[in-house]
């Protein structure tokens, strides 16, 4: 049997065409003084139903998406799913290395309308690295 908290999921996959806007507008870290990062990204996440010809409306969002936070040659520093429930979040996370990308469903297992747009370039907010 599957959980009632699923059965959202279920039915966007198996019985609508459902499509995500999901985008990182913004990343930026803060080296801490025990050696870690704290990084601070921004992402918009949307999502719509399609009716097959062409037509899409907005949908309320209520779904757990991938957020990833990688270090230099893609090696994950911080991978989850977190809740996302409105078009704008800010997610804040700890990592032990310096993040060099983060995103919103960084391996594209959704069904997104610009794929290219999930994840970005991680800054320091103090201006160097």
Partial sequence: MTPEDKHVMLEDFFENITVYDNRATSASYEKLEDGRYAVRLNVEAKKYHADGGGTEREVALADEIDVGVFGEDDKVLYLEK????????????????????????????????????????????????
Avoid at 86 to 91: K, L, Q, Y
Avoid at 105 to 117: A, C, G, S, T, V
């Fill in 82 to 129: 977190r809740l996302m429930d409105g078009e704008a979040s800010v997610i804040e996370v700890i990592v032990d290395e310096e993040p060099y990308e983060a995103g919103i469903d960084p391996y594209n297992k959704l069904i997104d309308r610009n794929p290219e747009d999930n994840v970005t370039r991680v800054t320091s907010s103090s201006g160097g690295g």
